[in-house]
């Protein structure tokens, strides 16, 4: 599933090519992905004729607002691509929706599996979440990594839990998912099972630090496309050959040469250094 990087460099490609842009169709060929409202007819023929006010990103989930106060939320799937093409360019298999724009262009929703989630909402607060965005998820969100401080961070490491399970927890902070956990624990040294309130100041300020430091490359890198992961010019993320951990069980880490290891933690892999990351236990 596509984490914050890759979100961001969909938003940021969207916001190049659709900002300002007029509304002039809106189409949806696959309703099954339409979460919420169940009578979306009405509300998609209210964003005709609206302009693009802004195209953001909330943790992993894209959002493309509309002058009338309306907006549309996304929420990617495995498979999920957000594409910018020309309106008569040709609509390939698994498009299931289609905003077309005032400049000849249109934002196409592709996704063959179908993991992925659309909702749009007639106001979208999201300092103020309603009931609806409350069940889009967009109620229970962390802060934003960027925005997080050292001693804020420290707050949020206060649990027994295992950091890797929490820091994926995303009421807790927004918008990391496998990848970018086990890249941050790496590069802070810090083994995925420590429990949160064990890792010693020094090196929580130390991961808050890595998190940014890691995320920021990501996103300059355009993300990592493991399998399906585009931008909204179809293009692959470049992030890939950057990771040191993720899915290199048994290769050698980069820095001691040890064979990277993986564990199950909270049902999710993780990939670590056994001599990189020590394991610290006192709470
Ligand atoms: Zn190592």
């Known amino acids: ?42 509300i998609t023929k209210r964003f005709v004729g609206d302009n693009i006010e802004q195209v953001a990103r909330r943790a992993k989930r894209l959002i493309i607002a509309f002058t009338g106060g309306g907006a549309i939320l996304i929420q990617l799937g495995m498979t999920g691509k957000v594409l910018v093409a020309d309106a008569d360019a040709p609509v390939v298999k698994h498009t299931h929706v289609r905003i077309r724009l005032s400049n000849g262009r249109e934002v196409r929703l592709i996704d063959p ?61 927004a918008g990391l998912g496998n990848i970018y956990a086990d890249e941050s624990l790496f590069a802070a040294g810090i083994h995925p099972a420590t ?8 090196q929580a300020d130390k991961l808050c630090r890595t998190i940014k430091s890691i995320l920021r490359r990501a996103i300059r890198h355009g993300g990592t496309t493991l399998l399906d992961y585009r931008n909204a010019y179809g293009e692959m993320g470049r992030f890939l050959k950057m990771l040191k951990v993720y ?8 820095v001691c040469h040890t064979p990277i290891q993986r564990l199950v933690l909270g049902g999710r892999s993780s990939h670590y250094c056994p001599k990189c990351q020590p394991l610290f236990q006192k709470i």
């Open 1 to 42: 599933m596509p984490e914050l990087p890759e979100v961001e460099n969909i938003a940021q490609g969207l916001r190049h090519e659709i900002l300002k842009c007029g509304v002039t169709r809106m189409q949806v060929i696959q309703p099954a992905i339409i979460r919420f409202p169940r009578n979306w007819r009405k």
């Open 113 to 173: 599996r179908r993991f992925g989630r659309v909702w749009f909402f007639a106001h979208l607060d999201s300092v103020h979440p309603d009931a609806e965005m409350e069940a889009a998820g967009m109620g229970r969100l962390g802060p934003e990594p960027f925005d997080v401080t050292p001693k804020k961070f420290r707050e949020i490491l206060q649990s027994s839990r295992a950091v890797k399970t929490h820091l994926l927890d995303q009421s807790r902070i």
């Open 195 to 202: 429990p949160a309130a064990a890792i010693p100041p020094a």
């Open 247 to 254: 899915q290199r069980t048994g290769r050698p880490c980069h």
